[in-house]
């Protein structure tokens, strides 16, 4: 849990439920997002708390509680960072001072409402609630019981029962650097693999599907390993070394928002059997889209398309990127095209426990329990596109039974200036 900036004294506090958490900790997450956005709108120069103050007239210590704030991950510790309601509804209208419409902070506005309304019913007073929650010793990832085990296991029998479709584990593995030949592009090498696949005769067909998750101007086409097109019959598109034999046929076609669809085959002996197929590809892009001016390493996502007992989601940076990004995680309610708005993200999250692991440089010593195949997937990839191991820092989600149909997303936020 962030670090707690507000303490009271006297009669010691009562701890709040986990229940009332949970309203606590989403209620954080509106303004975290809400605020984010607003102070993302301000210029360079406001956005520390000395130029914000200036720039809004609102007193220093109302900034740099904000700013504070939102350079931590949100969660019920948030709200002991942040001013008061009082504060916050300064900090709006100073921003009405400085150009912006009513219906650019109307968002905000309601969400410092719901604040006040929280406070009231759990604390009455900012200070008391900032004490009930330092008392209530549940650490930020215990506090979502929601979405538990339980319930997300018998999601996944319903699921594989609906599509006739199952896998033990859905893997998903990204490895990106600058492109040495042509400076302000960015090289993106990936894996993709359903492990202890399983198609009930009749079921949904199993189809893989990569590349872009949102429209820019600057979509590329993705290829295969050695960059031969991918299209048609691609058998080069598997990594046999981790695909069951007989291999299967795969058919490879791209679609128009610069997406890679590949249909796999199984062989008919193959049916009533669990097989293992791994695909792999490989593009270029711009570092920053021409029409957003937006990073394009922003959003990372894999999908759960396939109900699955385990999903391995691995992200490689170059050692020269890495230290230009603050990574962050978490699991999204899938929609078509993915393409949602930062300040409207905590409307889409799922309470699932989700944690980012530091997985270090190079492809080894990342052994996982769910695949122990995966370092070993990271190194074969690798090496068939040339890369180094040892120039790549790694970063892993991994969750057990996770939501069918949801999209987890591994977020990098720029940090080294403005993008």
Known sequence: MPRVATRTSGRRSRPLSEDELRRVGGLASRLHSELGQLVRALPDHARGASGMSRHLEVVRNTCQRIVSALQEAPGPGTVTLLPGVKGLRQFIEGLHGCGFDASETDAAAVAVDGFEQLIQELAGSHARLCGRIEVSGVAEEDVVALGEVEARSALYQSAAQVTGRSAEVNVSLYVFRPSPESPGMMERASAFGLIGNWVRPGGMPLVISSGETES????????????????????????????????????????????????????????????????????????????????????????????????????????????????????????????????????????????????????????????????????????????????????????????????????????????
């Open 216 to 419: 820019t101007a600057d979509e590329s086409e993705a290829t295969l390993l050695d960059r031969a097109p991918a299209k048609g019959r691609t058998p080069e598109a598997l990594l046999s070394e981790f695909t069951t034999m007989p291999l299967p046929t795969v058919t490879s076609r791209g679609t128009a928002r610069g997406n890679l669809l590949q249909i796999v085959d199984p062989n008919v002996s193959a049916e009533g059997r669990l097989v293992d197929v791994v695909t792999a590809t490989r593009s270029i892009h711009p570092e920053v889209q021409s029409d957003t001016g937006r990073r394009t390493l922003d959003h990372i996502w894999s999908l759960v398309n396939c109900p699955s007992k385990h999903h391995v989601f691995d992200v490689y940076l170059h050692r020269d990127m890495e230290r230009l990004y603050r990574p962050s995680a978490d699991v999204q309610q899938w929609n078509p095209g993915l393409s949602i708005a930062e300040g409207d993200r905590w409307a889409t999250r799922l309470p699932v426990d989700l944690k980012l692991q530091l997985l270090g440089t190079g492809a080894l010593g990342t052994r996982c329990e769910a695949y122990p195949r995966m370092s070993e997937l990271t190194q074969t990839l690798l090496d068939r596109v040339g890369w180094d191991a040892a120039e790549f820092v790694g970063f892993r989600c991994e969750v057990a039974w996770p939501v069918w149909r949801s999209g987890i997303c591994m977020s990098f936020e720029y940090v080294d200036g403005p993008g």
